[in-house]
């Protein structure tokens, strides 16, 4: 009879770890997060570039020139990349010579040897996207970082880098191109869990200012317009808790539109190589503040009380400039 009640008890401990196993998908994690000092004088300052790795063609290596100049001019702290790194299918391994071709040799201003934080873009995942999540290249050039979704907590500022390409219902239903979809399956459950995740970081921060990055973007007049579930599933998380910016790339240009419903500005930085000149669609043009499609980049400086955001063509020629404020309380 004691040997009965035995097996009973071990039974029940099963179930009771298969249970918790079952439901540990709905169970909210965390964001990798990461610490970024801030200068002595209390202000943070980087670049943004997205679509860019094209082995120096397409203007990247004029990109990149002016990107070094304003890095300087700016005493710049990392650089923030929005994805479509390697083109045009990605990297096909961690010893692909496109990373080197297309990042290592191609910015090498001094400016620029910071951290670049990077998300993958939907022609990363065309080729083997594991290896740019892999330490090994960060033995190749230290600079590189590159990880699913993640947060770097800048102090002032955090930003939030999101997976947006698993979202996107196209690559799955029209599969014009294959993809790796190696650790993001099943995606359902798995896109869930990223907008869970946001969402508790979101909740958590105490930033001063809060931005997310993302590849694609919420809301563009370029060549792929707005992300239809990017607004659907996305966008209301971002309104709920008081986001500030939101930066992708996707779409070869540069933009900022104000959405109508919060105070957050949706800044396009895709503009690294190739752009696509006279693309414009003006299906839903409500808020947009500026356009330019041709090459760039972008900077962004901020401190407690003060952000600006500045937009630079191929030439490092100021394009356009928005700066914000935000009311400093007394136990800051």
Known sequence: MERFGNKVMVLCLWLFLISLLCNFDIIPAEFPKFKQPIKGDGTLSFLVVGDWGRRGDFNQSEVAFQMGKIGEKLDIDFVV?????FYDDGLK??????F?????????AKSLQKQWFSVLGNHDYRGDAVAQLSSSLRKIDSRWFCLRSFVVNAEIAELFFV???????????????????RGVTPIKS?????????????KKSRAKWKIVVGHHAIRSIGHHGDTRELVQRLLPILQAYNVDLYMNGHDHC???????KS?????????????WRGDVKLTNDEGVKFF????????????????EIVFYDVFGRVLHRWAASKQLHSDM
């Open 81 to 85: 990349s929005t994805g479509d790194n």
């Open 93 to 98: 391994g961690e010893n692909d010579p496109n």
């Open 100 to 108: 080197l071709d297309s990042f290592s040799n191609i910015f090498t």
């Open 163 to 181: 997976d947006t390409t698993p979202f996107v219902n196209d690559y799955f239903t029209i599969p014009e191109h294959t993809y790796d979809w």
């Open 190 to 202: 798995y896109t869930a869990n990223v907008l869970k995740d946001l969402e508790l970081a979101l």
């Open 254 to 260: 540069l933009e900022r539109i104000s959405d109508h």
């Open 263 to 275: 105070p957050i500005q949706f800044l396009t930085s895709g503009a690294g190589s190739k752009a």
């Open 292 to 307: 330019y499609d041709g090459q760039g980049f972008m900077s962004v400086q901020l401190n407690k009380k003060n952000l």
